[in-house]
């Protein structure tokens, strides 16, 4: 028999509705800091692109084959994510899980390649300190792969207080904003393979 775990939860009243509303409008307000913040990089890394004081350029060091394996693995991520979220709106707690879980070794996977990829130039003497143009490489991608850990920290505090609480409205309000938060880093992420790696080869 699946489980369906459909928490009996009472209307909201007027000052659950209005914590619900002021912590929408604060991720809202974080996720465009977050927006500014990487526009930042983005703006630094096109105007370092080209300073690479004789060292390599992007297709020089660049392996599409690799990159483009972890733009797939991140972008099932993406597809995981939303069954997560599928699943708990039908209060199916086991499958929510499942699917996070699946979600957070994706992400696992693509940190590693990243890492790997890191650990590789640099071993090259590739480093970020060779040239301007791998201190903007490094500090671009390397945000990126910090946000993609912390979410995954945060699906495992999720997976947690689902095992613990079930499907209660904070949990619920949670995932909701952490598929917002993995969507928004999957769409950073295309932006990067594109313009970082597409265009660093090309």
Not at 33 to 60: C, H, K, Q
Not at 116 to 144: D, P
Request: proline share 1%; glycine share 8%.
């Amino acid at each position: 028999m699946k489980e369906l775990e459909h928490n009996t939860m009472t209307p909201l009243s007027r000052d659950e509705s209005h914590a619900d509303t002021t912590t929408l409008f604060g991720f809202w307000l974080y996720l465009m800091t977050d927006f500014i913040l990487f526009a930042s990089l983005f703006a630094v890394f096109a105007v370092l692109r080209g300073n690479t004081f004789g060292g390599p350029s992007g297709g020089d060091i660049f392996s599409l084959p690799l990159v483009l394996a972890g733009t797939l693995i991140l972008l099932a991520s993406s597809f995981t994510c939303g069954l997560a979220l599928l699943s708990a709106r039908l209060y199916r707690r086991a499958e929510t899980s499942m699917w996070l879980v699946a979600t957070a070794a994706l992400g696992v996977w693509f940190v590693v390649m990243e890492f790997s990829e890191f650990t590789q130039l640099i071993a090259e003497g590739f480093g970020w300190e060779r040239s301007a143009f791998l201190s903007a490489f490094f500090t671009l991608v390397g945000t990126h792969g910090l946000h993609v850990t912390i979410g995954i920290i945060w699906i495992l505090a999720i997976v947690a207080a689902l095992y613990f609480q079930g499907f209660s409205r904070a949990n619920l309000r949670k995932l909701f904003l952490f598929t917002i938060f993995w969507h928004f880093l999957d769409i950073i992420w295309i932006f990067i393979f594109t313009f970082v790696y597409l265009f660093g080869i090309l």
